[in-house]
């Protein structure tokens, strides 16, 4: 293998479009995902030695010459604090070679969607993120006359897929695991299934739930992947923003895209820039983290008389534990392995359960005094640790009702037939410390449930 195409398979291809991507093929390809997430676009200052770059406020650049200058003209354009996120995302989706910055998760879905043109066709994971739904079913719909088809991808056919692929089908849209009930999309099998077809839609994966840590959907045949920084790559709740990864035979729609990101403009601040870079330096230790504390979390709820169901795809209970297991990262799954004694057979997933990033949702059982709605209240409330907020993928602990919260838009017969109930409850575990975590959650299951 040629050292660039060594790069690539390792995440950290030296080519991401920008002038000044600055790192390049002197990295040692077998760096690990860690080691690029601190390294790649987070070169000392060539002329301060500054180990971590200054912010660039800047919104405009001095040319020696008509169109002579350092790689920037226009902020808008490009940015060396953005440039530099961009470099480092690149590098840290698996499979990735170039990486686009967003002012939103949101506004990454709606350059995507514009990017298909009037009159396209998608077919959408059905319980895809509402925001995602809203602009979907309410903007491209009406200002693009894109159509959406909805489908059941965890569980359709290979029939029913190709089926619901048009002739005019650009895109196949995945989120997985899917919000707020974590079912898992075989992404590598519907990858497969639309590339097989005619119409050669392009598979784009939402990776925000796992983040880059325990998915890389490019190396399972996806196109694209989708992040919200806001989640878990920036990690700290204090920065909302979104990127776009593509694999380097993608090099024509990364031009389109970035055409699209320039002229349409959903570029993110230099500061904001700045501090996502600095949040994903530490992505792996986090979701190593995150995913310790929610499986142990995971299982104590599950050993709880106050839970009807616990949902946690790195349990064994998980309808999709199997899936979970063969669709890890290479970089998560070499971690995992090191954590537990070699299994028999290294195909099936650990008997007690394996890290499977911070995302929770369980059922809880009524108290025999009050609603369910009522007991989740007390629950939710009753929590020390958990902060009862929307959102996820911070360091903090969070909890929430999904049917009155983030769901709460949906009609109750749609979220009825999802399974998001009063007595559903979302937790996004933070890295706070394993034991008070649980103690949190067991008092406040005992308060809502035990002594109602
Ligand atoms: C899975 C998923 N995708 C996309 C988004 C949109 O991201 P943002 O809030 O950064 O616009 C969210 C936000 O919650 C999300 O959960």
């Given amino acids: 293998m040629s050292p660039a195409l060594d ?24 760096d690990g995902f860690s080691t690029r997430a601190i390294h790649i676009g987070s070169e000392a200052d060539e002329s301060t030695g500054a180990v971590i770059p200054a912010i660039s406020l800047s919104t405009t650049y001095k040319q020696n010459g008509i169109g002579i200058h350092k790689g920037f003209e226009y902020s808008r354009s490009g940015n060396p604090n953005r440039n530099a996120l961009e ?5 840290l989706e698996s499979g990735g070679a170039y990486a686009l910055a967003f002012a939103s998760g949101s506004s990454t879905t709606a ?13 959408s994971v059905n319980d895809v993120y509402g925001g995602t739904f809203r602009y979907m079913t309410r903007v491209a719909k009406e200002n693009q006359g894109l159509e959406t088809t909805f489908l059941d991808l965890e569980n359709a056919g290979e029939e029913e897929v190709l089926a619901a692929i ?3 089908t650009k895109l196949i849209w995945i989120e997985s695991p899917t919000n707020p009930t974590l079912r ?9 299934i639309a590339h097989s077809h005619p119409s050669h839609p392009i598979v784009l994966v939402d990776n925000t ?9 490019l190396l399972l045949g996806a196109d694209i992947v989708l992040h919200s920084l806001t989640k878990y790559v920036n990690g700290h709740s204090d920065v909302v923003m979104g990127a776009l990864i593509l694999p380097e035979h993608h090099e024509e729609l990364t031009q389109k895209l970035r055409f699209l990101q320039n002229a349409i403009g959903a570029v993110p601040s230099a500061y904001d820039s700045w501090l996502a870079q600095r949040g994903a330096k530490t992505l792996g230790l986090r979701m190593k983290a995150h995913g310790r504390n929610a499986l142990a979390v995971a299982k104590a709820l599950e050993e709880s008389p106050y839970v009807a169901e616990v949902i946690y795809p790195g349990l064994a209970s998980h309808p999709r534990n199997e899936l979970a297991w063969k669709s ?4 998560a799954r070499k971690w995992i392995d090191t954590l537990s004694p070699a299994s028999s057979d290294p195909a099936s997933p650990p008997a007690d359960g394996f890290p499977y990033s911070g995302m929770i949702s369980f059922r809880i059982r009524s108290s025999a005094s009050n609603s369910q709605l009522q007991t989740a209240d007390t629950f939710l409330t009753s929590l020390r640790l958990f902060t009862l907020a929307e959102s996820l993928g911070g360091v903090e602990s969070l909890a929430e009702h999904p049917a009155q919260m983030t769901h709460g838009s949906i009609p109750p017969a749609e979220r009825a037939l999802l399974g998001i109930g009063d007595d559903l409850i979302r937790l996004s575990v933070g890295v706070e410390e394993e034991e008070d975590l649980i103690r949190d959650v067991l008092g406040a299951l005992e308060k809502a449930v035990g002594s109602a």
């Fill in 7 to 30: 790069l690539v398979a390792n995440g950290s291809s030296p080519t991401n479009g920008h002038a000044s991507n600055g790192h390049s093929a002197t990295k040692k390809p077998a």
């Fill in 87 to 91: 470099t480092t995302l690149s590098s």
């Fill in 111 to 123: 350059t995507v969607l514009q990017s298909l043109g009037p009159n396209a066709h998608i077919v």
């Fill in 166 to 168: 048009r002739p005019n």
């Fill in 184 to 192: 898992l999309i075989d992404i590598a099998r519907v990858a497969s």
């Fill in 209 to 217: 739930f796992l983040s880059p840590f325990y998915s890389s959907p």
């Fill in 328 to 331: 890890l990262s290479p970089h």
